[in-house]
């Protein structure tokens, strides 16, 4: 009984927190819509899905402050118009709430903003090009790099045939033209590496230097000058002295990442993150946050009103005993970013059964380096304190392991209807448990792009009847489960992959389970519907952070945040939701994003 108690304690006490953040919203509308005010923003002459079951279309919304004062019909909105009122004509444009992308790596992404992605490609003119995009984004005089050069087409080459790979040799004046005013360093699959003419500059090298021990530098076999390439020892000597990344050269990478999350409409972020000044305190047997963004990363943007997502920040399960102690705790935070979930990692495919094609393996277990005891009390001490869980979840028997977890959570500390627990990816699972993750009401992350990005390789590996359950989207909803469509951006910690982070794309692949138009849906039994993409990518996101009342629709009272779209995606074959541009992103009434094309 005492358990229970202090459970419900402190889920009511993060409940009242966020009602103190957030909850008084509703009442100033209130005043506001008995015509005391008058609009701020008016939208009109559009189609608005709200997302909101109560009123799901209409024409017009009016904006006071932040906040959605009302959403109706063209002569309901314009009657709010006074004489200072900003009005937009939307010319019928379709308008959704913003969306909320609910699991993101931030500062992994801050750290490829400086990387031209190389290790696909097998060709010089493509690593021009790939370089010069990196130079396009990056600001002057800053380096770039790059990492693995060739590497998936080295990795993939036929071992048994004799065929030989030619590594990529670009020239000193290729990479010159390609990087144009900024210092570059290549690093090819093998080990060897590249400088440019400005790299070179920066590090001394010149054509009298001699080589280090152990390493050389390449020279042109005729005039013996410095030709860029490095090798053995050289390397190291160079990668020594690039700058170490900075609180300042990641806001500068932030603010571009940040661009992009606006331009294609997204206006709210789950991001795995982590107090610095816990993980300093702590010791570890492994890199278990490599992956984590440092949280002063958001509040050094929010503190210079540069901060154009809101953000739910995920903290390490094993930092929850700590947090309080650092002022976080369920709840705390603002309108841009607050605490109330914890993260874990189980598993990279751990399998009730072995694999169809590996009959002695059955995948990979690390519940991060810890225990199955530890995990057990971990949870349970967390959900004692309030907090939200969300797992890290690939293989059918991690999935049942998790289950098992949170049901001795609920065991223990007794059940609340507040909970808000996650399973994150899922890729696979089977019909029981489906039935036991809908019966507990938890919520899944789904990842469709680490589906589709190679379905033969599922068939493969769980055989033709396992892989029917498989990113069984359908049947999670139909076992109660809600779903939050993410990106995990920005791909794989190896480089190898990247996410999509575009919503209109993640739903296209959702909604038809397929990777491009013309091919055929893998399992399309297991398709969502349209609408039921947009919900995973805007009210069920905010139920997720205990947000559903402030945002997540376009209601009046909560917060306006929404997009404007160039089609009508609600009326157009899927296959348009992959050329749809967003023309206009709101984020709290004002504009954060805006088409260049169109002119909005």
């Not at 953040?21 to 709200?50: E, F, M, R």
């Not at 080295?154 to 033209?177: I, V």
């Not at 590090?203 to 230097?209: A, C, E, K, Q």
Request: net charge negative; proline share 5%.
């Amino acid at each position: 009984m005492r358990a229970w108690t202090h459970h419900c304690t402190n889920r009511l006490l993060a409940a009242a927190a966020s009602i103190v953040l957030l909850g008084a919203l509703p009442v100033v509308v209130t005043a506001q819509s008995s015509g005391a005010l008058t609009a701020d923003t008016i939208l009109y002459d559009g189609k608005l899905w709200t997302v909101d079951p109560a009123r799901p279309e209409a024409d017009a919304i009016a904006i006071a402050g932040d906040i959605i004062l009302r959403v109706g019909s063209n002569a309901e909105i314009l009657s709010l118009r006074g004489p200072r009122t900003r009005v937009l004509d939307l010319h019928g444009a379709r308008v959704l709430p913003g969306f909320n992308d609910a699991h993101t790596h931030f500062e992994n992404a801050t750290q490829w903003f400086y990387e031209a992605r190389l290790i696909d490609v097998r060709s010089e003119d493509l690593l021009k090009v790939r370089i010069a995009e990196a130079a396009q984004r990056v600001p002057a005089g800053m380096w770039i790099t790059a990492y693995d050069a060739g590497g998936m087409a080295a990795w993939s080459a036929p071992k048994d045939t004799g065929a030989s790979l030619q590594p990529l040799q670009p020239t000193l004046s290729d990479l010159d033209a390609a990087a144009g005013d900024h210092p570059l360093l290549i690093r090819r699959y093998d080990g060897v590496a590249f400088l440019n003419s400005m790299a070179m500059a920066i590090v001394r090298l010149n054509d009298r230097v001699a080589d280090p021990k152990g390493g050389r530098y390449g020279r042109d076999p005729l005039t013996h000058q410095l030709n860029g390439a490095l090798y053995g020892k050289a390397v190291d000597q160079v990668s020594n002295i690039l700058p170490p990344a900075t609180m300042a050269s990641r806001l500068i990478a932030a603010r571009g990442v940040l661009h992009t999350l606006s331009s294609v409409g997204i206006t709210s972020i789950h991001d795995i993150a982590r107090l610095d000044a816990i993980s300093q305190l702590q010791t570890y047997n492994a890199d278990i946050e490599r992956s984590y963004t440092d949280v002063n990363i958001f509040r050094n943007l929010e503190q210079q009103g540069q901060l154009t997502v809101r953000v739910y920040a995920y903290q390490p399960l094993r930092s929850s005993a700590q947090l309080a102690g650092f002022g976080i705790r369920p709840g705390t935070g603002d309108r841009l970013m607050r605490f109330g979930i914890l993260k874990e990692f189980v598993d990279g495919g751990w399998m009730l059964a072995p694999y169809a094609n590996r009959p002695d393996y059955s995948g990979d277990v690390t519940f991060r380096f810890t225990s199955d005891e530890d995990e057990r009390r971990m949870i349970r001490e967390a959900d004692r304190a309030g907090w939200d869980i969300g797992i890290h979840t690939i293989g059918d028997r991690a999935l049942s392991t998790v289950l098992d977890w949170y049901s001795d959570m609920e065991k223990a500390n007794g059940e609340h209807p507040d909970r808000r627990d996650r399973i994150i990816h899922m890729w696979y699972a089977n019909p029981d448990l489906i039935r036991r993750a809908g019966q507990m009401h938890l919520i899944a992350d789904i990842t469709p792009f680490q589906l589709l990005s190679d379905t033969r390789s599922v068939d493969k590996l769980a055989g033709p009847e396992r892989a029917k359950w498989a990113f069984a989207w359908r049947s999670m909803i139909d076992a109660g489960m809600k779903l939050d469509i993410v990106s995990d951006m920005p791909g794989l910690y190896n480089r190898t992959e990247v996410s999509p982070v575009n919503p209109l794309e993640n739903m296209y692949h959702a909604i038809t389970r397929k990777t491009a138009p013309g091919q055929p849906g893998w399992h399309p039994e297991q398709c969502i519907t349209l609408k039921e993409a947009i919900e995973a990518y805007t009210i069920n996101p905010a139920y997720a952070s205990h947000e559903e009342k402030v945002k997540g629709s376009l209601e009046a009272g909560k917060l306006a945040d929404l997009v404007v779209l160039s089609n009508d995606i609600l009326s157009a074959p899927p296959e348009q939701l992959l050329t749809t541009r967003v023309l206009l992103t709101m984020l709290g009434g004002s504009v954060v994003y805006r088409d260049p094309i169109s002119g909005w």
